[in-house]
């Protein structure tokens, strides 16, 4: 019997070292050249493939409980863009929108991909309906988690609210940068970003990923906005997702909202018990809620 027992215990050792080695291969970091710069990213899961766009003081290692629920059904891609961990550039002068999306675009070429979906949050929405605009036929549909185009509610009370707030912040977080404290800078600006409600980060990881990219953090603040609007979001006829978080900032809702209206195939979803980092906050319900659309569209 105590033979039996411990060739059991063999058996089922081997089995999870085996499964952890799947696990951790699924999961190496690999690299891409595309639009003269080289990408990091990793992929997991089989079948049509889903690119996730990361926003501000994010990387590939973002939304990795959603990847996880997604690659059951799809291949999921999750890339670091321009700048962004691992790279450590020692300048950046070209961070904008538009150079995100042309990089988006040259990464889907290089992966020789037939028709993506995309899955953008935040800044990673922008770049994620930028690139779809600009290549539609590589493109199946596009799931914009509350995307920072705020150039939808110009002229509204609630966009005047936001630049009040963010002026404030931005003087703060550069008044840090120049006394030598990034990492409160950074600790600032994505806790302003969720409401100020002194919850960053859960978990940990969070907190050291945005660490990891605190210097894209002035380049991003002070970079361009979209020139996306109403009348080329008309021109874009791909299935589109936008989910916004129940207790997200006021402005990110009133841009899904405004959104909504002008892109002509949109759904429109809300992530409870969540602020604007919807991936993190409520990973079972945005991960339901994603996969629902895709399979509503796959194949098509």
Not at 14 to 20: G, V
Not at 81 to 105: F, G, M, N, T
Request: aromatic share 8%; hydrophobic share 40%.
């Amino acid at each position: 019997m105590s033979t039996m027992k411990t060739a059991a215990s063999l058996a089922v050792l081997m089995l999870t070292i085996c499964s952890a080695a799947v696990t951790q291969a699924s999961e190496r970091t690999k690299y891409v050249d595309a639009n003269g710069y080289t990408f990091t990213y990793v992929e997991a899961g089989k079948g049509e493939p889903v690119i996730l766009v990361h926003g501000a003081l994010a990387d590939y290692r973002s939304a990795a409980e959603v990847a996880e629920r997604l690659a059951k059904r799809f291949r999921i891609i999750r890339y670091s863009r321009r700048y962004h961990y691992p790279d450590k550039p020692a300048q950046i002068s070209d961070y904008s929108p538009d150079v995100h999306a042309r990089d988006l675009v040259a990464l889907i070429r290089a992966l020789h991909l037939n028709r993506v979906h995309l899955v953008g949050h935040s800044y990673g929405g922008v770049v994620a309906i930028l690139a779809a605009a600009s290549a539609p036929d590589l493109i199946r549909t596009v799931t914009l988690e509350e995307p920072a185009l705020m150039s939808f509610i110009s002229g509204t009370d609630v966009m005047e609210q936001q630049k009040k707030a963010r002026a404030t912040v931005v003087a703060d977080i550069r008044q840090k940068f120049n006394a030598g404290e990034p990492n409160p800078a950074a600790d600032e600006f994505i806790d302003w970003v969720r409401g100020n409600d002194g919850r960053f980060p859960s978990p940990s990881e969070q907190k050291q990923m945005a660490y990891d990219n605190e210097t894209t953090l002035l380049p991003y603040l002070d970079g361009p906005a979209a020139t996306f609007n109403c009348e080329a979001a008309q021109k874009f006829s791909r299935p589109s997702l936008l989910l916004y978080g129940e207790h997200t900032r006021p402005w990110y809702r009133a841009v899904v909202m405004r959104l909504s209206k002008c892109l002509p195939n949109a759904e429109v979803s809300q992530i409870s018990q969540s602020t604007h980092f919807v991936e993190e906050d409520n990973p079972t319900q945005t991960a339901a809620a994603i996969l629902s659309f895709l399979g509503g569209h796959s194949g098509q």
